[in-house]
């Protein structure tokens, strides 16, 4: 297995760092149980090992529901902004085909298309304030840009569509576009805004903490001084776990497992000017 993926993440990557540090602790608090072990009260504190195995069938149907049911939530997201990409690219070809523009209100049609991911970004991350001026000047300083944008939108083409310029059939092609925009708005603000409930998390860091507190003292009669790797490695697996799944089911921030909206930015930016630049 290639070292870059074992073993280097956890010098490189924040969380799994983040991680090993909580399990070299675990590890520390497990010395207690082996001091123990080799003193004359060898006998005090043990734990039944096999209330381990009761505990797991617990843990493991509390840490699938919340490891499913985070990735659920990061894979649609990904899905709404991979519909984004292609709703953006569809809107700018029929746009730059369909609407009798010249080159400035083509250019407007392009900086707006463009402006609205960007918008979008930084609205999901309750960053607003942070906009450039240019797409807060776009957007006409609304509290909703991405909203203020796609209405904009919508302008630029009935005016269009008012001045008999525009077929009514090609309207409702480009409007089919235009509405997308908001139903992956609201799609991706229904998972910002809508966690997981309260009351899974807490059940499965109650029984992940009770697990690693008993399992030194369940299983150092049979490892010995093992019993310190051993909970080392059960920790750094169980506390992964449930950090990661912390991480994931907030897609839209700047953990390294959340998706990477600059990019997805970039790529539409990239695509959308493209085709604005083509000649008709």
Known sequence: MPFHD?????????????VFLWSLLVGAYSCLAVYKEMTAYRDLGDVPSQIHAALSVV????????TNSAYNRWWEARTLWGSLV???????IKLHQFLPLGVEQQELLRQLIVAFPVALKYHLRDESARLPQEIRELSRHAVHVPQSLADRLYWEVREVYQQGRLESAI?????EELRRLMDICGGCERIQRTRIVKSYRTFARQITTLILLTLPWGVVADFHGWTIPLTIIVAYFMIGLEIVAE?????????????????????????????????R
Not at 11 to 18: F, N, Q
Not at 86 to 92: G, I, K, P
Not at 171 to 175: A, E, F, G, S, T
């Open 6 to 18: 074992t073993v280097l993440p956890i010098a490189k990557s924040r969380t799994v760092g983040r």
């Open 59 to 66: 843990l493991g149907c509390l840490l699938v529901f919340r």
């Open 86 to 92: 292609n709703t953006s690219r569809n809107l700018a």
């Open 171 to 175: 309207l409702w092609m480009i409007d």
């Open 247 to 279: 991480h994931v089911e907030e897609p839209f921030g700047y953990d390294e497992d959340d998706l990477d909206l600059d990019s997805l930015c970039r790529t539409i930016e990239a695509t959308v000017s493209e085709t604005f630049a083509t000649v």
